[in-house]
């Protein structure tokens, strides 16, 4: 499958009248094809922030392939949108977490091996985390331009909101991966 093919199949879903289940009806048909999706991905580093992670994007569609090393957990943090994530290798554990007047809670837990799909609201926040001695790939669909949304994150240790920006989404990704487990409220 050639990058503009797997673009296309998911533009497509995007303009239906229910656009999260439809992308995940493509990721549930792209399953039995994980490899070669992560052949043809190669060419993105997918580490290093959403810049060096992105294959496409447009005011309602961004497409990522998304690599976490080992070791590597993310801050608490929202995308802007709704989003749908195939996992392609290794394993990652999503914690999930909804807002309690404001506050953050826990709500699940759910761990990604490959052809595992979630899709989460565009209100969830997760924290990711790779759980695999080796990285874990990821195909992330999104169905807004999450360059541009508004979007927020969480300071790791305080669970203090923040606008996302991407130096101190670093330095709490530093923080995060560094904690015995993600946060727990
Ligand atoms: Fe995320």
């Given at each position: 499958?050639k990058?503009h093919?797997?673009?296309?199949?998911?533009?497509?879903?995007r303009?239906?009248?229910?656009p999260m289940?439809?992308?995940?009806?493509?990721?549930?048909?792209?399953?039995?094809?994980?490899?070669?999706?992560?052949?043809?991905?190669?060419y993105i580093?997918?580490?290093?922030?959403?810049?060096?992670?992105?294959?496409?994007r447009s005011?309602?569609?961004t497409?990522?392939?998304?690599?976490?090393?080992?070791?590597?957990?993310?801050?608490p943090h929202?995308h802007?949108?709704?989003a749908?994530?195939?996992l392609?290798?290794?394993e990652?554990k999503?914690?999930?977490y909804?807002?309690?007047n404001g506050a953050l809670?826990?709500?699940?837990?759910v761990?990604?091996?490959?052809g595992?799909i979630l899709?989460?609201r565009?209100?969830?926040v997760?924290?990711?985390?790779?759980l695999?001695?080796?990285?874990a790939i990821?195909?992330h669909?999104?169905?807004g331009?999450?360059?541009e949304?508004p979007?927020?994150m969480w300071?790791p240790?305080?669970l203090?909101?923040?606008?996302?920006?991407w130096?101190l989404?670093?330095?709490?990704?530093r923080i995060?991966?560094?904690a015995?487990?993600?946060?727990a409220?």
């Open positions: 499958m990058v093919e797997l673009v296309a199949r998911c533009a497509l879903a303009e239906s009248a229910d289940k439809s992308v995940r009806g493509v990721l549930e048909d792209l399953r039995g094809d994980i490899a070669e999706i992560e052949r043809t991905l190669g580093s997918g580490v290093g922030g959403n810049a060096r992670q992105v294959f496409y005011p309602d569609l497409l990522l392939k998304v690599c976490f090393p080992n070791g590597r957990r993310t801050p929202d802007g949108a709704w749908t994530i195939l392609l290798s290794g990652e999503n914690t999930l909804r807002r309690d809670r826990k709500a699940s837990q761990t990604l091996t490959p595992s899709t989460m565009a209100d969830t997760h924290v990711a985390e790779c695999s001695d080796k990285p990821g195909l669909v999104y169905g331009d999450i360059f949304l979007r927020r300071n240790e305080t203090e909101e923040h606008a996302l920006d130096a989404y670093e330095n709490f990704a995060a991966s560094k015995a487990s993600a946060p409220p």
